[in-house]
């Protein structure tokens, strides 16, 4: 069973940074592909970013292609999502999930089993 564990959220400007990050436990990232997802108030949950951690590769969003950066720290167990030039419609809760290998496709949520209980980041024009 594999533990995630968000932190990193907040209250910031229009334009500003945050770096979330996702501490995992009780499983080696090194195996697995990490994700991050958002879920915004009355809209669906969306895929952000995903690293498969041992391979490195990466994938993005569009909307968030450029401004968001998706890293993995093998020695920590930990992922993380650095987000440079938000908006305030990058205000949601983020998920972080995580999914043995390599899923079919970084975007669908139901491939990752794993999940955290989420991190407010809320973005004020």
């Known amino acids: 069973q594999m533990r995630l564990v968000e932190s990193g959220g907040g209250l910031v400007l229009a334009g500003g940074s945050l770096r979330l990050s996702c501490a995992a436990s009780?499983?080696?990232?090194?195996?697995?592909?990490m994700g991050w997802f958002r879920q915004a108030p009355g809209k669906e949950r969306e895929f952000v970013a995903g690293i498969s951690v041992n391979g490195g590769n990466t994938d993005y969003a569009d909307s968030v292609r450029g401004r968001f950066t998706i890293s993995a720290d093998n020695a920590r167990n930990t992922v993380y999502l650095l987000m440079n030039s938000l908006k305030p419609e990058d205000t949601a809760v983020y998920y972080c999930?995580?999914?043995?290998?390599?899923?079919?496709?970084?975007?669908?949520?139901?491939?990752?089993?794993?999940w955290g209980q989420g991190t407010q980041v809320t973005v004020s024009s």
């Open positions: 999930a995580s999914t043995p290998g390599r899923p079919l496709e970084w975007s669908r949520g139901e491939l990752y089993p794993y």
């Open positions: 009780g499983r080696n990232l090194r195996n697995y592909a």
